[in-house]
């Protein structure tokens, strides 16, 4: 098996979190479909509302699959746009792996992933799609994963149980290299012959104790880099629910949460090749706290817009992000749609059509007539979010019928879910 770089924090419990401990304990005798389920859910958000019956959602990455319905799609929310307005994150242009665990049965380990702890599958009311749950001190990697570029943009969402308690193990995600199998216990141990970037999480307790964040850049076995911060981004009550984004350019990481970028280093990475993502647990204090994981979002290169665009004539992208059976943008969409307004903004004589592509999950009708929503929703925020003339642009939508990818696994779908700009 192959493993990981783990960070190891050390944090202290409070009386308030031992008793929002015992009150998920109480909770979790309940029974119900499976073992994070619906009883859970509803708990879930009343702790996050204060009161029973109302929801919090959180909406899932451009992976998930869109769902037959006759509702027609939901307006445009441009002004949600505002609060990524200092997110420069542009995804890879080429999905080359997508997680969302739909092939996999719910209480099961997932079949494509590895791991000397144990996890399983859920589902959480009140949060679309499928979720890993991990609750267990080991490592958790993401086996179809074997291979990392020089350039490529790495997106998941990733919650916590509210009441998380600030003594429970941080979440590591890492980039690395691995070479021989004995290495995993070798990592395990602390020993030597690490090498790649590891990052880790631990959410804002909800009595107000601080969330932690940090990285640690082994290069040739040696630690050269380490920090630990604070960050506000994740919080067992209010955002226990968040979007991570990693990007790297060669030796450089930056990494994101929500519109926030918490890591910027220049010289993170030297090895000639990773080829391992693996998250992991340090300790095994997080009965009942747990965390879930899913739409893990794996893309190639670093997009020249204004190239394909002014050169090639057509600028193709999987990064502008739906709500599933929505034209509603979500808000980490900002950094593409900015990019595109310069590029208009820069050469004023330039007009586009602006298309929309689904995949083929659903009715064919429907998905044609979603994709001519989004296409309009696109332009919308173009005009209104970044003072693009509206006559410089028309749209269209095909629907599910121009595939560029006609597999049927998750990347192949993410692939063909996407907005194409053509110079007209």
């Known amino acids: 098996m192959k493993h990981l770089i783990i ?30 389920v619906k009883e859970s859910g509803k708990a879930m958000d009343s702790v996050l ?14 992976g998930t699959p869109e769902k037959t319905g006759a509702v027609a799609a939901a307006p445009a929310a441009a002004g949600s746009l505002k609060v990524y307005s200092a997110y420069d994150f542009v995804p890879g242009d080429k999905v080359i792996a997508f997680e969302d665990f739909s092939q ?6 997932p079949a494509k992933w590895n791991t000397n702890a144990g996890g399983e599958i859920v589902t959480l009311e009140g949060h679309s799609g499928q979720w890993l749950a991990i609750n267990k001190s080991g490592v958790y990697m993401p086996e179809f994963i074997s291979a ?63 969330g932690r964040m940090g990285y640690e850049a082994s290069l040739n076995g040696d630690y050269s880099l380490q920090q630990q911060q604070a960050t506000t981004q994740f919080h067992a009550k209010t955002k226990n629910f968040m979007k991570v984004a990693i990007w790297r350019q060669k030796t450089r990481i930056r990494i994101y949460f929500n519109e ?53 004539g057509k600028f193709v992208t999987t990064g502008i992000l739906f709500d599933v059976n929505s034209d509603r943008i979500k808000p980490e969409s900002y950094g ?3 990019e595109i307004a310069a590029t208009l903004k820069e050469n004023a004589s330039l007009k586009v059509k602006i298309t929309g592509h689904t995949d083929s999950d659903g009715e064919a009708a429907y998905n044609l007539n979603l994709s001519k929503q989004r296409a309009a929703a696109v332009k919308a925020a173009l005009t209104t979010e970044f003072g693009i003339d509206a006559d410089r642009m028309e749209t269209d939508g095909k629907g599910e019928s121009a595939p560029v990818d006609k597999a049927t696994t998750p990347a192949a779908k993410a692939n063909n879910r996407r907005v194409e700009f053509e110079k007209q």
């Open 260 to 312: 926030e970028k918490v890591v910027d280093v220049a010289r993170a990475l030297n090895a000639p090749a990773y080829n391992a993502l693996v998250f992991g647990l340090t300790t095994a204090r997080t009965e009942p706290d747990q965390y879930f994981i899913t739409n893990l979002r794996l893309a190639t290169g670093a997009p020249d817009l204004r190239n394909k665009l002014l050169t090639e």
């Open 104 to 109: 996999d049965a719910r209480g099961d380990f």
């Open 148 to 210: 990392l570029p020089d350039n490529f943009t790495l997106e998941f969402e990733v919650g916590c149980n509210p009441g998380f308690r600030n003594q429970s193990s941080p979440l590591s995600f890492a980039i690395a290299s691995l070479q021989k199998p004995d290495h995993y216990t070798r990592y395990m141990q602390g020993l030597g012959g690490r090498t790649g970037f590891n990052t880790w999480i631990l959410p804002m307790s909800t009595d107000g104790q601080t």
């Open 336 to 338: 593409v749609l900015k």
């Open 7 to 36: 960070a190891i924090a050390v944090l202290t419990a409070s009386s308030a979190e031992a008793q929002l401990l015992n009150k998920l304990k109480n909770l979790a005798k309940d029974k119900a479909e499976n073992k994070v």
């Open 49 to 62: 509302d204060g009161k029973h019956g109302k929801k919090t959602t959180t909406s899932p990455a451009a």
